[in-house]
């Protein structure tokens, strides 16, 4: 078969890939675990885990630079190196978002949790889930999925306005809670945006397989085409 | 006859162009277009009928007596093989270069001068070389050696002279069949570069079987195979800017060969 090599260094890069993808899904998890018991110690330990995050991430960066340079990788063999290199970098920016959830803990010091964390799980588990597919979908190029899956956003764009909601009822009524709240909120706020980057490797996704760049409309951008036009 | 000189956009074009060695059809069906001022790539795999083509578009296949040709090409909107058309003419207009240099055993400033001087050059002759000289990027090289033959520079240099030659005589369009493939990697160089100037003034077509070269240095590529007739023809099955060939292209053989799947 011709371009053995470069065919089994291209499934390569996609098994590395999911280990990456998988120790985000991990650290993600972890760091709202241990927000939930108010684990320091795991918030510290996650703290560090970050950097080998970074680490695989630079790893896989440098196979495909060593592979665009020495293959020269046309047409579709292109667009799925090309595309790997915006995905891994999601990829670290999602576990940053993991990263700053264990910071969250450990600044929280001896402080309660406001309230006892119910949507923000849900969030976490539901983006996990989201990431999960999103990554199979890559490394089988299915498109269909990819169109599907950012749709599911919604649900974890919904918990989190579930969430500010219910700290601004705990802020008005008590406006002493308010760092505390803010703490919680920028949990929300982390677990929403990592939900957000499984759209963008979708995206690659259908790039690759089709060599179309679109950006998946949100729900967000209907939602303000549509009061523009009620105006 | 003159050929027409005018400002088409299409410098060359082909209609349904079938290319007969005897009884054998070597390229069937060929419609394309040739930009001005652009350069065109043909690639595809050894024996598709990439040079066959690239030689109907100068007459040069008739050099070949059992050669013929179906179809149209027109030069400026004019069919180049309309029986009052004169051969010689379209290959002043229409210039070729080949894949191995082929400077003539004369001094390097005869090399031009002389062509210059049988096409009818009457005017000043040390001008012209140093033009045509400049213009193919050598004159800082041999300026000081113009009457050492022109067998004594290098291959990267003798090809350069070549293309000093083609273009001394003032052609639309040069043809280049392979230019850089008996060249070292530098000089192949040289020479993409060479032609990214030339096209200002030009209209280039080359055939090469090199990708990366074709996907560096052209505007428009067109993709040949053996897919005509009896699988022993070969047509143009894809033709598209450069970048699309390379990126996105749209005939699956096409991608099967650019990502080297072909064979």
Request: hydrophobic letters at 40%.
């Amino acid at each position: 078969m011709v371009r053995k090599t470069f065919e089994s260094e291209i499934q390569q890069v996609k098994d590395d890939v999911l280990i990456l993808g998988s120790m985000v899904e991990k650290a993600l998890l972890d760091s709202v675990e241990a927000l939930k018991k108010r684990d320091i110690k795991a918030a510290e330990k996650l703290f560090l885990e970050d950097r080998e995050i970074n680490k695989k991430r630079f790893e896989i960066e440098n196979h495909l630079m060593v592979l665009i340079a020495t293959q020269q990788p046309m047409a579709k063999d292109l667009r799925i190196l090309a595309s790997t290199l915006e995905i891994i970098s999601e990829l670290e920016r999602m576990g940053d978002y993991a990263k700053g959830i264990a910071n969250i803990n450990m600044r929280m010091g001896d402080a309660p949790l406001l309230k006892p964390l119910i949507d923000v799980p849900r969030m976490a588990t539901k983006g996990v889930d989201m990431l999960h597919r999103a990554l199979t979908a890559f490394v089988n190029e299915d498109v269909e999925t990819s169109k599907t899956l950012p749709v599911e956003d919604d649900e974890v764009d919904a918990l989190y306005n579930q969430i500010y909601r219910e700290l601004m009822t705990f802020i008005i009524a008590d406006p002493k809670v308010i760092e505390r709240a803010n703490w919680l909120l920028w949990v929300a706020h982390n677990l929403e945006r990592f939900a957000d980057r499984v759209t963008n490797i979708c995206e690659r996704t259908i790039f690759i397989a089709t060599g179309e760049m679109a950006e998946i409309k949100s729900t967000d951008d209907e939602f303000w085409k549509q009061q523009k036009q009620e105006k | 006859m003159a050929i027409n000189n005018s400002e088409h956009k299409y410098v060359i074009e082909t209609r349904d162009l079938d290319i007969y060695y005897g009884s054998f059809k070597a390229v069937t069906g060929v419609t394309m277009k040739v930009e001005r001022n652009a350069i065109t790539a043909i690639i595809g795999p050894s024996g598709c009928g990439k040079s066959t083509l690239l030689r109907a578009f100068n007459r040069m296949n008739e050099l070949n007596a059992s050669t013929s040709v179906r179809g149209e090409v027109t030069f400026n909107g004019q069919d180049i093989y309309a029986k009052e058309v004169d051969p010689v003419e379209v290959r002043y207009r229409i210039g070729m270069v080949f894949q191995k240099p082929n400077p003539f055993p004369k001094s390097i400033y005869e090399n031009i001068a002389w062509t210059a001087r049988i096409h009818g050059y009457k005017g000043k002759m040390d001008e012209l070389v140093e033009n045509a000289l400049r213009q193919a990027a050598l004159w800082d090289e041999v300026k000081d050696k113009l009457h050492q033959s022109g067998l004594s520079i290098s291959g990267g240099q003798q090809q350069r002279l070549c293309i000093a030659r083609a273009i001394s005589i003032k052609p639309e369009v040069i043809l280049m069949d392979e230019p850089a493939s008996a060249l070292d990697p530098i000089a192949t160089l040289k020479i993409e570069e060479l032609m990214q100037e030339l096209k200002k003034q030009y209209t280039i077509v080359i055939v090469t079987h090199n990708m990366q070269q074709a996907a560096r240095a052209s505007d428009y590529t067109a993709m040949m195979m053996l897919s005509g007739e009896g699988e022993r023809s070969g047509t143009v099955i894809e033709f598209d800017d450069t970048k699309v060939i390379f990126t996105n292209p749209k005939d699956k053989r096409t991608e099967d060969y650019v990502t080297g799947r072909f064979g």
